[in-house]
């Protein structure tokens, strides 16, 4: 299975603030890489797919890069509805596998 | 609009079956793979799985295989999802997800169905 790890697992950031969320997959993964945002007691949402893609409808502060094994998440002007945990998931090979999530909140 | 409706809540005991349904509307059901994923309480996101509605071919995660089964009703465009042997370990919150026809993401999921197993 491809390994995904994320850092920081957790940041306490201002409003306004830039937010980056790091991903690295254990083998290279091309831009087979998605991000979603998980709000307390509910679904995720997806956000960002094919490593940079904005989902429609996703606020543009939002942005992905990255390509290979390694992967920025972006948060341009952090606000307070963007409290959530963040989670990187691959789809290049099965199993699917998820990153183990970075919890943003405000400091 | 693509909404997937779980069915609801229900608590289990160690040993026995659970199963979750997902029911699909504002789209068609047999053109989008659709997915499980679970979560258990306070941890992250873990997929099991995922079904052709069209074909009915699956693939699962190896650490599923064999006790899980997923399968398709087209006629009421419903997805199902068993997991047999129930332990604690598997009290988590279940949720079907839909995937798009360029296979980039969820990008519909189920509202989740929570499965609590104790004795």
């Known amino acids: 299975d491809i390994k995904m790890t994320q850092s920081p697992s957790s940041l306490s950031a201002s409003v306004g603030d830039r937010v980056t969320i790091t991903c690295q997959a254990s083998?290279?993964?091309?831009?087979?890489l998605n991000w979603y945002q998980q709000k307390p007691g509910k679904a995720p949402k997806l956000l960002i797919y094919d490593a940079s893609n904005s989902e429609t409808g996703v606020p543009s502060r939002f942005s992905g890069s990255g390509s290979g094994t390694d992967f920025t998440f972006t948060i341009s002007g952090l606000q307070p509805e963007d409290i959530a945990t963040y989670y990187c998931?691959?789809?290049?090979?099965?199993?699917?596998?998820f990153g183990p999530g970075t919890k943003v909140d405000i400091k | 609009q693509v909404q997937l409706v779980q069915s609801g809540a229900e608590m289990k005991k160690p040993g026995a079956s659970v199963k979750v349904s997902c029911k699909a509307s504002g789209y068609t059901f047999t053109g989008n793979f659709l997915h499980w994923v679970r979560q258990a309480p306070g941890l992250g996101l873990e997929w099991m799985g995922r079904?052709?509605?069209?074909?009915?071919?699956?693939d699962y995660a190896p650490k599923f295989q064999g006790r899980v089964t997923m399968t398709t009703d087209s006629s009421i465009s419903t997805a199902f999802m068993e997991l047999r042997s129930l332990t604690t370990d598997d009290t988590a919150v279940y949720y079907c997800a839909r995937e798009p026809v360029i296979a980039a993401g969820l990008d519909y999921w189920g509202q989740g169905t929570l499965v609590p197993v104790s004795s």
């Open positions: 083998q290279d993964i091309s831009y087979y």
């Open positions: 998931q691959q789809y290049d090979i099965l199993p699917i596998t």
């Open positions: 079904i052709n509605p069209h074909s009915g071919g699956t």
